[in-house]
């Protein structure tokens, strides 16, 4: 008795020892995200990978069945595709559950509850929750796709087909397929029942009326090998009704098999139909969360129109995402890559991130409410995501800045202002407006210095802004550093100075080649 106690102190010991292992749980979590997290840069590769051993062996098994084959090309057919196959086989069996986090937890429990852990009784639930999973369709296919290794019984070869079968965890495409077809399980299922049904009654009738007058009937098994065939519309012609019941029993599994058929076909499409856009817009949000830069823009009114036409020349990567289909569509129409989805929930904006971007989320909504919802949920996915919110009023400024918006825009006093100078000041109205909207007259330019930057150490005299026809209008040292207007002279520029500047397009393009900036 003690020494089984001894026993169990010790697994019990070395399950909690893993449990609290930094390194034990940053390996698990690793080849966690690498075999089933989509967003893992390196899973598409390892798909690929997967995909060629499997072609490429089951092509060697094929041609092995008549032609003799090199040594190196048995070694890596048999025994390196099949080594591959059985480490990833035990790499999911042992990714499957936890079982020393489930023996951590009942360790923790029982200190909080103050009783006696049941370690021997949760050990045993955690084992069987694993085993459990050799059971599982995906293992099944995978053990059976490891069989034809085994030389010795050549009757193993025909499992070969099911490493076909094991492509469908690494293709997504038919993945997808599968989880479609899924989602109708149901109606699929009752179809099936039904054809099962319909093809026994059809050759039990068959069989009964002509098993004595047809040559081609020796059984129970031909009439319903017939029914089959007959309601699939495929028709070998190999046994055919005599008699003019068989003839309608014909007729009538013809017509069962055509609407069955059709009835299948429309509950595929529709299944399709339903999730094209899904599967559509999950490979577009894929491929704008796989940059290393982007922006995401929430709502498509009229701001974000013009947002984007002034975007244009940037060639910067965006997603569009709005709640209404209507609006959606339109941008899609006009050329951008949009997706109808609520802004305001963690799950949207957390599919779309990526921890090693620098992202930008735009709240252009026309509600003040749904703009605060998805600051406040941008935030809640990384507080490194820069947000930039619309605010119909400067009294809800405090708001939004509450709410996580780095920067908070304020159109409907922008354009207040500028049409209040239109009135009063009209030349200079123009003149603003011009640069604004990048006009040929001149452009206002926002310059990065980089450690590369020649203007490092130099002052602003030094650079001598008139000599390329720039007018210098101020300085900032970082994003969130204070803004100096129209410095002195004297002032030195630093690495991570952010230069306003106005000028002709060529000018502003020249200084920035021959300085070296951002």
């Known amino acids: 008795m003690a020494k089984k106690e001894a026993k169990l102190n010790f697994i019990v010991s070395f399950f ?33 990978f997967f995909i060629f051993l499997i072609i490429s062996s089951v092509i060697v098994f094929i041609y092995e069945v008549k032609n003799p084959i090199p040594l190196w090309l048995e070694i890596y057919a048999v025994y390196f595709t099949t080594g591959v196959f059985i480490i990833e086989y035990l790499i999911n069996f042992w990714l499957y559950n936890d079982i020393s986090r489930d023996i951590l937890h009942e360790y923790e429990s ?15 639930k955690s084992l069987n929750k694993k085993i459990s999973y050799i059971f599982t369709p995906i293992a099944i296919i995978d053990l059976l796709a490891i069989l034809p290794a085994y030389r010795p019984l050549r009757i193993l070869r025909i499992f070969v087909l099911f490493r076909f079968l094991k492509v469908l965890n690494h293709a997504r495409s038919l993945h997808q397929f599968l989880n479609v077809l899924a989602d109708r399980k149901f109606e699929l299922i009752t179809l099936f029942i039904l054809l099962i049904f319909v093809v ?32 699939t519309t495929v028709g070998y012609g190999d046994i055919s009704p005599v008699s003019e019941i068989g003839r309608v029993i014909a007729f009538v599994i013809v017509i069962l098999g055509i609407t069955m058929i059709s009835f299948a076909t ?41 947002f984007l036409r002034l975007l244009k020349e940037q060639k910067r990567r965006y997603i569009i995402l709005d709640k209404n289909r209507e609006r959606v569509e339109e941008a899609i129409t006009d050329g951008h890559d949009a997706i109808a ?12 991130y990526n921890e090693n971007a620098k992202i930008t989320l735009l709240a252009l909504t026309g509600s003040d409410i749904e703009n605060i919802y998805i600051s406040l949920n941008a935030k809640s996915v990384s507080k490194d995501i ?33 049409m209040v100078a239109s009135i009063l000041h009209p030349t200079m109205y123009k003149a603003v407006n011009a640069i604004l909207n990048a006009r040929e007259i001149a452009r206002i330019e926002e310059f990065h210095v980089t450690k590369e930057s020649k203007i490092i150490g130099k002052s602003v005299e030094e650079v001598d802004f008139n000599r390329y ?34 000028g002709h397009k060529l000018s502003l393009e020249y200084f920035k080649s021959i300085n070296e900036i951002g």
């Open 16 to 48: 909690l020892f893993l449990a609290r292992s930094k390194r034990y749980q940053a390996v698990k979590n690793s080849l966690r995200d690498l075999l089933h997290d989509p967003k893992n840069i390196y899973k598409k590769n390892l798909d690929y």
């Open 341 to 352: 989805d609520d802004a305001s929930r963690f799950e949207v904006i957390n599919r779309l």
């Open 386 to 418: 820069t947000v930039i919110a619309r605010a119909s009023s400067v009294k809800l400024f405090n708001k939004y800045k509450r709410a996580g918006a780095d920067r908070v825009l304020l159109p409907n006093e922008t354009a207040s202002a500028m």
């Open 469 to 502: 026809k720039l007018i210098f209008f101020g300085v900032q040292n970082g994003i969130e550093g204070h803004f100096k207007f129209n410095p002195g002279r004297e002032y030195i520029f630093k690495e991570r100075d952010i230069l306003i500047v106005l």
């Open 266 to 306: 429309s509950v595929i499409v529709s299944a399709f139909s339903e999730k094209l856009n899904e599967l559509k817009e999950e490979r577009v949000a894929e491929y704008i969360s796989s940059s290393d830069e982007y922006l995401i823009i929430c709502g498509y009114g009229q701001i974000a129109k013009v």
């Open 110 to 124: 029982s200190l909080f509850l103050n009783r006696k852990p049941r370690f021997l009784k949760i050990f045993l």
């Open 200 to 231: 026994f009654v059809g050759g039990l009738a068959l069989y009964i009326t002509e098993e004595s007058t047809n040559s081609n009937i020796n059984n129970l098994f031909d009439t319903i090998y017939w029914s089959f065939i007959t309601i």
